[in-house]
């Protein structure tokens, strides 16, 4: 789960057409990061997700870090860059079957750890165990 920090500012700041535009701009740094078995899709709002298949949570971390190191070197905005925009990043991993709704439960509570920590940050959920 990804979360777009202070994008209220955003939007206030520059005006909601060029809100819209990071958005668009975002989902496509996001497409530019996942790999070709990712799906990386918007949950509304400034609220993302990328479903990893086949990864652990260490390979999570790694798309998650780049995702941000990305971000931080072209962070978009019409005709120019916005320093001041960052993200916040839930993970959450499982070693068995879990339904999506427990896996996105999870990394939300990761993603607020994360804002609740000074955002700009990734924050890992506890993996769900063989036999939990």
């Known amino acids: 789960m990804i979360d777009l920090d202070h994008f209220k500012r955003v939007n206030d700041r520059y005006g909601h057409d060029t809100g819209?535009?990071?958005l668009v701009e975002f989902a496509d740094i996001m497409r530019q990061v996942a790999r070709g078995s990712d799906l990386p899709?918007?949950?509304?709002?400034?609220?993302?997700?990328?479903?990893?298949?086949?990864?652990?949570?260490?390979?999570?971390?790694?798309?998650?870090?780049?995702?941000?190191s990305t971000l931080a070197t072209s962070a978009p905005y019409a005709g120019g860059t916005l320093e001041e925009l960052t993200i916040s990043i839930g993970v959450a991993s499982t070693?068995?079957?879990?339904?999506?709704?427990?896996?996105?439960?999870?990394?939300?509570?990761?993603?607020?750890?994360?804002?609740?920590?000074?955002r700009n940050r990734v924050e890992l959920g506890p993996a769900e165990e063989p036999g939990d």
Do not use: H, I, N
């Open 20 to 22: 819209d535009q990071v």
């Open 95 to 118: 070693a068995t079957e879990r339904s999506v709704e427990a896996l996105m439960k999870v990394a939300d509570d990761a993603l607020y750890r994360a804002k609740g920590k000074g």
């Open 41 to 68: 899709a918007r949950l509304g709002g400034e609220e993302f997700a990328v479903l990893l298949p086949r990864t652990d949570a260490e390979g999570a971390l790694r798309v998650a870090d780049r995702l941000m």
